[in-house]
């Protein structure tokens, strides 16, 4: 009986996630019924290969009108909201944070099933639960890893373009139109910010605060002074392009010089568990006394902690910012 009400009670809260997941993705804010209303407004066109960007952002954290406010209230969900846009994620924060109690309330159930541990529990439940949030995190970091490696061509050919006779605003539109994203649709936002009547301080501001890239808020800082004080504005263009390169290629010879030291990291930590399952081949009685027993239970989640923190050392230890 026991294991029946602990079935229906798992199946019961599974069903519940699905559901707020279900009703998450249905239910539209008022505000969101407006945009969709104005269809000509909230898309704009640019010459190129890709025509289409939204203008509105989406400000509403979830599609529950009760979430929303309390997300409202909360510093880091506005952050998350950040990371969730600069890693082109479209799904809101109340979603995610449904999908992350929901994977983390299953992980934690099915272990509990298998091990009647607490611990291993406790430890499945932020496991699972962290997915979504890890996904976000790498998007985000392999799309501004993008950005930034794209950004000096960028810059090349928004001096080229100058040079050949155009403006700064058809500069930023050949940008747009020329290069692949993430930098075109970053450009492209700008260029229509610019044209639908912001200051280029304005437009400026905005870009650097969704792609978070330091070159780009001192290429920014340069042209705002350019532009209040004057100078060669394809001369700061050609010098931010080249410290850029220089930087990138610095950055280059730094990770071939610790690339020993990330490889050893690497092997350091995958060593435990290799010799782990080698030594349960051989001799599966060994190994599961870490299992059955409640010290050997213990002994594992320790393990499994020191793993983590020795993998955090190592990381902060091998990357070198420059």
């Known amino acids: 009986m026991v294991g029946v009400a602990t079935g229906l009670t798992f199946l019961a809260v599974m069903l519940l996630g699905l559901g707020v997941a279900l009703w998450e993705r249905t239910q539209q804010s008022p505000e969101r019924l407006v945009r969709q209303r104005l269809t000509g407004v909230r898309t704009a066109t640019v010459t190129g290969p890709k025509t289409t960007i939204?203008?509105?952002?989406?400000?509403?954290?979830?599609?529950?009108?009760?979430?929303?406010?309390?997300?409202?209230?909360?510093?880091?969900?506005?952050?998350?909201?950040?990371?969730?846009?600069?890693?082109?994620?479209?799904?809101?924060?109340?979603?995610?944070?449904?999908?992350?109690?929901?994977l983390g309330l299953i992980g934690g159930r099915v272990v509990w099933s298998l091990t009647t541990s607490w611990a291993w529990a406790a430890i499945a439940v932020v496991g699972c639960g962290s997915l979504p949030v890890l996904y976000v995190r790498r998007?985000?970091?392999?799309?501004?890893?993008?950005?930034?490696?794209?950004?000096?061509?960028?810059?090349?050919?928004?001096?080229?373009?100058?040079?050949a006779g155009q403006s700064f605003m058809q500069g930023l539109q050949t940008v747009a139109g020329e290069m692949p994203d993430p930098t075109a649709t970053e450009f492209r936002m700008t260029f229509e910010a610019l044209r639908l009547g912001r200051s280029l301080r304005e437009a400026l501001q905005a870009h650097a605060d969704r792609v978070d890239n330091l070159d780009f808020n001192l290429l920014a800082t340069a042209l705002l002074i350019?532009?209040?004080?004057?100078?060669?504005?394809?001369?700061?263009?050609?010098?931010?392009?080249?410290t850029i390169r220089e930087r990138y290629k610095l950055l280059g010879q730094i990770r071939a010089l610790?690339?020993?030291?990330?490889?050893?990291?690497?092997?350091?930590?995958?060593?435990?568990?290799?010799?782990?399952?080698?030594?349960?081949?051989?001799?599966?009685d060994l190994i599961l006394v870490l299992f059955k027993e409640e010290t050997g239970r213990l002994l594992l989640a320790m393990a499994f902690v020191m793993q983590i923190l020795g993998f955090y050392a190592m990381k902060r230890i091998t990357t070198i910012k420059i």
């Open 139 to 163: 998007q985000r970091r392999l799309r501004l890893g993008r950005y930034a490696e794209q950004l000096a061509d960028a810059l090349d050919l928004l001096t080229r373009s100058l040079r």
């Open 258 to 284: 610790s690339a020993q030291n990330r490889l050893a990291g690497q092997i350091i930590g995958v060593l435990p568990l290799a010799i782990g399952v080698m030594i349960y081949l051989l001799q599966p």
């Open 226 to 242: 350019q532009r209040e004080v004057g100078g060669n504005l394809t001369e700061i263009l050609e010098h931010a392009s080249e």
């Open 54 to 102: 939204g203008l509105f952002r989406d400000e509403a954290m979830s599609g529950l009108p009760v979430l929303h406010r309390w997300l409202s209230r909360i510093a880091s969900a506005s952050t998350f909201r950040k990371y969730l846009e600069q890693a082109e994620v479209s799904e809101r924060v109340g979603m995610v944070l449904g999908l992350t109690g929901l």
